[in-house]
């Protein structure tokens, strides 16, 4: 029997729909027990797909990993600590594939598709059975994709408050620990002109609110992080935009939730993920840069940390390494939010990474860094519209979490060599003595360097930077 029914979209706050929905993949495995035994029936929606393992690279099994070895030691860590793995809520257990020439496609059996307490009760029972088939060991949401929104704002509170207690009685049967929380201050209407960069300071008060409520939810369910993503924090057009103001009350709603943080004790990282464009023309957390800059401007550095979001980095002209390197640099590396763009698709398409050259130069940068603390590699990604099948969220995630194990194994094997950090070192070595030792350790000016070079007269001769021989000593390690 096939039914139609609406299916939300995170991005749309009027839920687009309608998809097939076919009968419930529900087996009440403890039947199976003699009537006798008090069994509690266990609610399984993925019957058929056990916990997924490690098989090895020859494995040509589709639900097992090749590379990702949880247990396995690599410079001195497991590859579960090191990846630190997290699924996102809003794609993976909301996302329906909605586009704006389509509805919803998205075929999930267990979702009634209302806004009701139970449906969302229900997901949170979903959501677990697929973390831990697939041994993830964090996840990651936005108020607004584990709870309904309410009549009014306290109601939108208490049915988020209703949905941590179960989340929190799931996190501590299964183990799994949240990576972060935050806001959705975007998708509802009210926030059309942004959230803390409004022009219509009743809806920062709103979003002064959320961010209360989401904080304390997130202190309760132990979560490492709490991250701000700029929504609509932006402007179409300059003609109707004071920047000025905006982003000095950006700047004065991240202090209130600095100062809040503390009230309550929040322990947690504060994340901020930089985005140019999209949904608003200019977004004002653009870049690690631009980021790293208002940060400071607003006595914010020692608060935050950056989450670098692949796609992200590529709309703003960047490479993700290059993201990384910049905030590692500055001490301001927190976590990852770990998608892919397409190169003809000039969007933020949030596809699963799965380009082991990607991933083995992202890790590599990673570890340069010491490695994720409270962060990890969270699949900020979707399945395509086309993928509208369950059983898709899963090749989907064993993909990405292989992707990753695979840089990780590359990246490592790199850094045993040190073949790169050799040559980079030696590249640089004018620094190491002499007069760039001079400029470096503060001590020349501009009268004894223009002694130095005008005895000397002209510059040592340049040597070649074998770009091209690099990346094929880079290409003999995947
Ligand atoms: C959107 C962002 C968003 C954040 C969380 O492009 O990536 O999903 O990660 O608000
Ligand atoms: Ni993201
Ligand atoms: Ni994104």
Not at 79 to 102: C, E, K, L, N, Q
Request: aromatic share 12%; with cysteine; net charge negative.
């Amino acid at each position: 029997m096939t039914k139609l029914r609406q299916f939300p979209n995170f991005y749309s706050p009027s839920f687009l729909g309608p998809i097939n929905c076919k009968l419930p993949i529900v087996s009440l495995s403890a039947l199976a027990f003699p009537l006798s035994l008090p069994v509690f029936p266990i609610m399984q929606f993925f019957p058929d797909i056990q916990k997924i393992q490690y098989e090895g690279p020859e494995s040509r099994n589709p639900l097992a990993f090749r590379f990702y070895n949880p247990d396995e030691v690599i410079e001195g860590r497991t590859m579960r600590d090191h990846m630190r793995f997290s699924i996102v809520y809003w794609h993976t257990m909301r996302g329906g594939g909605a586009d704006p020439f389509g509805p919803a496609t998205a075929e999930r059996p267990w979702d009634d598709g209302t806004d009701s307490i139970d449906n969302a009760l229900k997901r949170v029972e979903v959501a677990f059975e697929i973390f831990e088939k697939l041994q993830v060991p964090y996840y990651a949401f936005h108020d607004r994709d584990v709870a309904p929104e309410g009549k009014n704002i306290r109601e939108s509170h208490k049915n988020l408050q209703r949905i941590a207690e179960s989340l929190k009685a799931h996190q501590k049967k299964s183990g799994v620990k949240l990576l972060w929380g935050t806001a959705n201050m975007f998708s509802n209407p009210r926030f059309m002109h942004g959230a803390a960069t409004t022009c219509n300071a009743d809806v920062f008060a709103y979003a002064a609110s959320q961010v209360k409520t989401a904080m304390e939810v997130t202190k309760e369910l132990g979560g490492e992080n709490y991250v701000f993503w700029g929504g609509r924090e932006g402007y179409m057009t300059q003609l109707n935009t004071d920047m000025k103001r905006e982003i000095d009350h950006l700047g004065r709603f991240l202090n209130l939730a600095v100062d809040y943080a503390k009230k309550i004790g929040f322990k947690g990282q504060f994340l901020i993920e930089p985005k140019p464009k999209e949904p608003t023309k200019h977004q004002y957390d653009s870049d690690a840069a631009a980021c790293i800059n208002f940060l400071r401007a607003y006595d914010l550095v020692p608060y935050f940390k950056l989450n670098l979001e692949t796609n992200h980095a590529t709309l703003a002209g960047h490479t993700m390494m290059h993201e990384l390197d910049y905030s590692g640099m500055q001490g301001m590396l927190g976590s990852i939010d770990a998608n892919t763009g397409d190169l003809l698709l000039g969007w933020d398409t949030d596809q699963f990474p799965t380009d082991f050259y990607l991933t083995a130069q992202c890790m590599l940068i990673i570890l340069k860094y010491g490695g994720f603390t409270t962060g990890g590699v969270n699949f900020d990604a979707k399945v395509r519209r086309e993928s509208f099948e369950p059983i898709d969220l899963f090749h989907a995630h064993i993909g990405g979490m292989d992707a990753f194990a695979r840089g990780l194994r590359i990246a490592a094997e790199i850094r045993k060599e040190g073949f790169f950090d050799g040559f980079v070192k030696n590249r640089y070595r004018s620094w190491d003595s002499g007069i760039g030792k001079e400029i470096e350790s503060g001590k020349a000016n501009f009268d004894t360097l223009d002694q130095y070079i005008c005895e000397k007269g002209e510059v040592d001769k340049n040597e070649s930077g074998r770009q091209e021989f690099l990346e094929n000593v880079f290409n003999r390690y995947l």
